[in-house]
């Protein structure tokens, strides 16, 4: 079975930076979009960046330029850097995986594995 484990957040003060990981076992699919999600108190979760088995990735507006996502296939494990953290990114982050589409869809409905997640919470 589909395994996603998260770790690496943790409390950072805005201007800061954090790595969050996504440890993924017991995928066998050729074709996929990985993604990260996030969710902060009281609100809907909403996708912060798509990468797909190609490599093709795609954005939240919210995080062009200061998150990159990745993936480490030998491993296999995501990714996403964050930089310039800022108070409004408190929430907590997700990584899911489903089929693959172009682009990945930053919709919930689109993804049928999720990790239990990790808190990320920045400090003005």
């Known amino acids: 079975q589909v395994q996603l484990v998260e770790s690496g957040g943790g409390s950072v003060q805005a201007g800061g930076s954090l790595r969050l990981s996504c440890a993924v076992s017991g995928f066998t699919y050729a074709t996929y979009c990985m993604a990260w999600f996030r969710q902060a108190l009281g609100k809907e979760r909403e996708g912060v960046a798509g990468?797909?088995?190609?490599?093709?990735?795609s954005y939240a507006d919210s995080a062009k330029g200061r998150f990159t996502i990745s993936k480490d296939n030998a491993k296999p494990t995501l990714f996403l850097q964050m930089n310039s953290l800022k108070p409004e990114d408190t929430a907590m982050f997700y990584c899911a995986s489903g089929p693959w589409g172009s682009p990945c869809s930053t919709s919930t409905r689109a993804y049928n594995y999720w990790g239990q997640g990790t808190q990320v919470t920045v400090s003005s």
């Open positions: 990468i797909d088995s190609d490599g093709s990735i």
